[in-house]
């Protein structure tokens, strides 16, 4: 069964820092690309990164390019995202989500930035 | 960046009616469509994706249409379970993009 596992959200004050992790299981993680997905408090989902399964392509959201940083680690079966320069407006709950066709989510993990 | 726009906002209707949601897309995305059901507090779920194609596991009533701009869900007859947010997200182009939702609620 395929189960991700996000961690290490919380709370931060704007400017600050923060790395969200996924654990993954129950399939060859090496094999699939993956995303991060977010949904600020009462509104719609946010696609913000995406990463191939090689790491050799990466894309961003517009929205957190530059300061937002996915990375993974095949040999530990995890994805990662590095977030620095965090603003109020990064509030959400942050999914990390299998393949371009979403078909497999985490259960989130809600990262808060305020002073 | 492709804008995926979805109407109605809220949808009012009871069990065993039938509920048509639409999504209309700002360029073409061919077949490059998915529906996704989203409850409070849980993560969204995959019903359709490629326009008409149905997730494992997702209940017969539950059927995508369209090509191009314009895509329909269609839930044939509405259960109990059905009520929640649906969203519909494009990955023809990158960003990949999400529509903004239809609330199916409870009449």
């Known amino acids: 069964e395929v189960h991700l596992v996000e961690s290490g959200g919380g709370l931060v004050q704007p400017g600050g820092s923060l790395r969200l992790s996924c654990a993954a299981s129950?399939?060859?993680?090496?094999?699939?690309?993956m995303n991060w997905v977010r949904q600020a408090p009462g509104k719609g989902l946010e696609w913000i990164s995406y990463?191939?399964?090689?790491?050799?392509?990466?894309y961003y959201a517009d929205s957190v390019k530059g300061r937002f940083t996915i990375s993974r680690d095949n040999a530990k079966n995890s994805l990662y995202l590095q977030m620095n320069s965090l603003r109020a407006d990064d509030t959400a709950v942050y999914y990390c989500?299998?393949?371009?066709?979403?078909?497999?989510w985490g259960q989130g993990t809600l990262v808060t930035v305020s002073s | 960046e492709i804008v995926l726009t979805q109407s109605p906002a809220t949808l009012s209707l009871s069990p065993g009616e039938r509920a048509t949601l639409s999504c209309r897309a700002s360029?073409?995305?061919?077949?490059?469509l998915a529906w996704y059901q989203q409850k409070p507090g849980q993560a969204p779920r995959l019903l359709i994706y490629?326009?008409?194609n149905s997730a494992t596991g997702i209940p017969a009533r539950f059927s995508g249409s369209g090509s191009g701009t314009d895509f329909t869900l269609t839930i044939s007859s509405l259960e109990p379970e059905d009520f929640a947010v649906y969203y519909c997200?494009?990955?023809?182009?990158?960003?990949?993009?999400f529509g903004g939702g239809t609330k199916v609620e409870i009449k």
């Open positions: 360029q073409s995305v061919s077949t490059y």
């Open positions: 989500a299998r393949e371009i066709v979403l078909k497999y």
């Open positions: 990463i191939s399964s090689s790491s050799s392509n990466i």
């Open positions: 129950g399939f060859t993680f090496s094999s699939y690309s």
């Open positions: 490629d326009a008409s």
């Open positions: 997200q494009q990955r023809s182009n990158w960003p990949l993009t």
